[in-house]
């Protein structure tokens, strides 16, 4: 078996392809002009290595399980189609199909604007996917119709949709996103329906499990500015960060999380600095959510409850922080319906910290106000360390008037901040 590669100077090379032969490196655009043209001279096992540029197409790896990477980075290796979206993978790709180290910006489509996943299962590596819009309704940035995709590392920022998913829209399937970093997205509406899901909407059942990252500064005129479970499904994250959403529209909730139904399993997670016009700044439910290790600060609701409006099955809160969040009703948390067990957790600075029926499952904290404010300690957890660094960075740009990284109070989490935070690095005074 052989086939050809084109060489350098545009001479085509016959090459043995051999069950033992190594894998071929293809180079844009040394040999080839564009990358989709090496996409589809290649094979199995071989890498596609891309040179800094702006490509004006879209790409489609065919069913191929190839990688096709970036040789300087996201920041000039850039995919702006003309006209479409900038990365299809709907022909059965495995993990081993991947897409590392480029900015996909520009597209346009139905449903995922700058990507879709369909029956499918690439890695897609610290790409940037940023400024596409959705066409139709759904998944401003990335449309996920199937499969067990992976994003390590990756950016999805400024991209828009009329009703579902500013950032990310997921229809089923289980992704994964590691270390991802979703922000700045938007959900506008389309005149008929408000919008939901600013950064992320899950439906038909859909499994999203998320390690790490962020999900901050999107926007959602209906429920949901971060993000939105629409039907049953399973949102599992540790160590991921939920700040700075907002949902816009008159009597909207869940400025941070809105969970419609499924199960939401958060630990050691951040929501902090959400609002919402309705009910739940923070987190609003009908589902069965659980928060172990988390923070909940300084979400805030002018019409409702501010850090979370419980409705439906049991919830549990362990080992968590509740603190500084406000409402017009409610501050802390209110449980309209069903069990909510509550153990090892410190509620202040709510005004009324817990409201309705719960169970109380023993060591727990409760205070009108919050111990002394400690300078530099973004994350409230009594140490400024690397953590707070990572707040600050999750938070920065405008953030409004409540926001706990904003320590020079001026309604932007910038360098004078960080600098504040270097300057009281340690354990805060008096813990």
């Known amino acids: 078996m052989s086939r050809t590669i084109v060489g350098a100077a545009g001479v085509s090379l016959w090459v043995s392809l051999c069950p033992f032969a190594s894998a071929a490196v293809l180079a844009?655009?040394?040999?080839?002009?564009?990358i989709q043209a090496a996409i589809n001279a290649s094979v199995a096992g071989d890498t596609i290595e891309v040179g800094p540029g702006i490509y004006s197409e879209s790409l489609n790896f065919g069913g191929?399980?190839?990688?096709?990477?970036?040789?300087?980075?996201?920041?000039?290796t850039i995919v702006d189609p003309?006209?479409?979206r900038c990365f299809t993978a709907n022909g059965f790709?495995?993990?081993?199909a991947r897409l590392e180290g480029f900015t996909l910006r520009g597209g346009g489509a139905d449903n995922g604007g700058g990507v879709y996943v369909e029956s499918s299962s690439p890695t897609i590596v610290n790409c940037v996917i940023t400024g596409n819009a959705s066409t139709g309704y759904s998944g401003g940035g990335v449309?996920?119709?199937s499969g067990s995709s992976r994003f390590v590392g990756c950016t999805v920022s400024l991209n828009t949709c009329s009703l579902y998913g500013g950032g990310i829209h997921v229809a089923g399937g289980a992704p994964v996103f590691e270390n991802c970093n979703v922000f700045g997205n938007t959900v506008t509406g389309n005149g008929f329906s408000a919008g939901y899901g600013g950064g992320l909407y899950m439906a038909n059942g859909a499994s999203v499990t998320l390690l790490g990252g962020s999900m901050s500064g999107n926007t959602a005129n209906g429920g949901g500015g971060g993000v939105l479970m629409g039907s049953s499904g399973t949102l599992t994250a540790s160590g991921w960060q939920?700040?700075?959403?907002?949902?816009?529209?008159?009597?909207?909730?869940?400025g941070g999380i809105y969970a419609g139904s499924g199960t939401v399993q958060l630990t050691g997670c951040t929501v902090a600095s959400n609002t919402a016009v309705g009910s739940g700044g923070g987190i609003s439910s009908n589902s069965a959510v659980s928060l172990s290790d988390c923070t909940v600060d300084f979400n805030s609701s002018s019409e409702g409850v501010g850090a979370w409006l419980k409705s439906g099955p049991t919830c549990w809160v362990q080992g968590t922080r509740i603190r500084n969040n406000s409402g017009a009703s409610v501050?802390?948390?209110?449980?309209?319906?069903?069990?909510?067990?509550?153990?090892t957790s410190q509620f202040c600075g709510n005004a009324t910290n817990l409201s309705g029926p719960w169970t109380n499952g023993g060591g727990n904290q409760f205070s009108d106000q919050c111990a002394p404010y400690c300078p530099g300690d973004a994350d409230g957890d009594s140490q400024v360390n690397a953590e707070d660094i990572t707040r600050i960075l999750s938070d920065w740009g405008?953030?409004?008037s409540s926001c706990g990284s904003d320590f020079n109070t001026d309604g932007i989490v910038n360098g004078a901040d960080l600098t504040y935070v270097l300057s009281q690095w340690g354990p805060c005074p008096g813990w």
């Open 82 to 84: 003309v006209n479409g």
């Open 64 to 76: 191929r399980a190839i990688t096709v990477r970036s040789t300087a980075g996201a920041s000039t």
């Open 93 to 96: 790709e495995t993990a081993a």
């Open 242 to 254: 939920v700040t700075g959403n907002s949902s816009t529209g008159q009597g909207s909730q869940g």
């Open 28 to 34: 844009v655009p040394s040999q080839y002009r564009s």
């Open 143 to 145: 449309y996920v119709a």
């Open 398 to 400: 405008i953030c409004g």
């Open 331 to 343: 501050g802390g948390i209110m449980n309209n319906s069903g069990n909510l067990s509550v153990s």
